[in-house]
């Protein structure tokens, strides 16, 4: 079976098979750094024979969060937290490596002083506490290329085994791919061309920092599934120009807080007999680019993996919910040529809540923290319920902060 065949990326680094853990934020970190929950959660994904383990969304900037809870490194203050998440994930074999994110204009106003995004363009749903974003200076944009470069660095220092720079799903990198987000008259705007320069600073920069040997990765949108945005054609050409910068692997996704397309609503019938909702991407962009392709979203079966694997569009396997569900996935997947992983559709009967994408990011990180809490992942745990307990870790992580800004420990 494909799956189970090794891979060597450009850098020379090889991974042991063709599985890869999506990142899903954790929204877990003990005081923005990783503490016993995370290493628990990893420890058990690390048993799971997963050929490479890619964290949630870690910060640069501890000022400015997608949510209370983010994990943040930008110095080397607690190094030997990180070093022990890392060793606790790669103790059978995996390679970790860690999804690195500033998240611009998604950064929710309760949990930061300012905003900032390539242009004064708030979310459509900024209602829901987004706050209109000031436009980045020329010399902020070079600090935020900058903080990437150096979360990078001690990446490598934490014993990571790569990065993985976050260029999807509406955070910054891909607020500047868009030209709905983007609307800046400098080198940074405009053309693709320039739209796309922030994101090959970024992996300049970083790889200045962290050498030749050292996997860089990008999570990339094949669109952001609105009208005038990121497009198909804007994105062959990205990922032609990051081939090109020496990055190692390229991860296929879509959609923004806006059209949360990376969960797969709205799937045409056609494509979900292969299951992977963005395969029909990946074969466009095979034609033009040589380096690996990891294809993320929709796969439940050994069968469909080892199809897409073995049609040459993709490299490599990401998997997420399925993970959130049975940490221990991969190691049917590779023993069992039939096997499956299918998951209940997360829907509460009220369609205004059923159409919210954070419904099914708010019933999957619930489950993260039932096997982070030492207890398994509960398939009966109702949807309805997921909702309001979503709230409360957010209300709670917000409360946090805030009597921190106060100095007051509770
Ligand atoms: C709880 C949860 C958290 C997520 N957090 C992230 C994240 O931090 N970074 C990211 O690139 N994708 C994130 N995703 C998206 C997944 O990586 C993946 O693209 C998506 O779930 C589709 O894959 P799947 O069908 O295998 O679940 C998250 C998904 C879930 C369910």
């Not at 204009?105 to 459509?124: C, E, N, W």
């Not at 061309?193 to 600073?201: A, C, S, Y």
């Not at 081939?243 to 190692?248: A, H, L, P």
Request: glycine share 8%; hydrophobic share 40%; proline share 5%.
């Amino acid at each position: 079976m494909k799956i189970s065949k090794p891979i060597t990326l450009p850098c020379s680094v090889t991974l042991k098979n063709r599985l890869v853990k999506s990142a899903m934020s954790e929204n877990m970190a003990d005081n923005h750094r990783p503490g016993s929950r995370l290493l628990n959660l990893y420890k058990i994904w690390g048993e799971g024979e997963i050929g490479l383990i890619i964290t949630g969304n870690i910060m640069v900037d501890k000022n400015e969060l997608g949510e209370p809870d983010n994990v943040v490194l930008e110095d080397d203050t607690h190094i030997a937290d990180f070093q022990a998440w890392t060793k606790a994930a790669k103790a059978h074999g995996s390679q970790i490596w860690a999804q690195i994110n500033h998240p611009g204009r998604q950064a929710p106003a309760a949990i930061s002083k300012t905003t900032f995004a390539p242009s004064p363009v708030q979310l459509k749903m900024g209602a829901m506490g987004f706050r209109i974003p000031q436009a980045l200076s020329e010399n902020e944009i070079k600090d935020i290329i900058q903080r990437f470069a150096n979360t990078a660095a001690l990446c490598k220092l934490s014993g990571f085994d790569g990065v993985q720079i976050h260029g999807a799903h509406g955070y910054l990198v891909s607020q500047f791919l868009s030209p709905i987000a983007n609307q800046r008259p400098d080198q940074w705007g405009g053309s693709i061309e320039n739209r796309m320069r922030f994101v090959l600073e970024i992996v300049k920069a970083i790889r200045n920092k962290v050498g030749a040997q050292f996997p860089i990765g990008i999570k990339i949108n094949s669109a952001d599934f609105q009208t005038g945005g990121f497009s198909e054609e804007d994105s062959v050409i990205v990922v032609k120009a990051l081939e090109q910068s020496g990055i190692d692997m390229v991860e296929i996704s879509g959609g923004t807080y806006e059209a949360a397309s990376m969960t797969g609503k709205d799937v045409k019938e056609s494509t979900r007999a292969r299951e992977a909702y963005f395969l029909p991407f990946a074969e466009k962009i095979r034609n033009s680019v040589n380096l690996p392709l990891l294809l993320t979203g929709g796969f439940r079966s050994s069968q469909a993996m080892n199809s897409a694997l073995d049609s040459g569009a993709v490299d490599l396997i990401g998997i997420a919910r399925p993970l959130a569900m049975e940490p221990h996935l991969c190691r049917r997947l590779l023993s069992e040529p039939n096997a499956r992983c299918d998951l209940k559709p997360v829907k509460t009967g009220i369609p205004m809540i059923d159409n919210l994408g954070i419904l099914e990011i708010g019933y999957y990180s619930l489950q993260l923290k039932r096997i982070a809490d030492g207890e398994n992942p509960d398939e009966h745990l109702s949807p309805l319920l997921a909702v309001p307990l979503l709230g409360l870790n957010y209300t709670s992580g917000i409360l946090n902060s805030f009597l921190k800004k106060l100095n007051l420990n509770f």
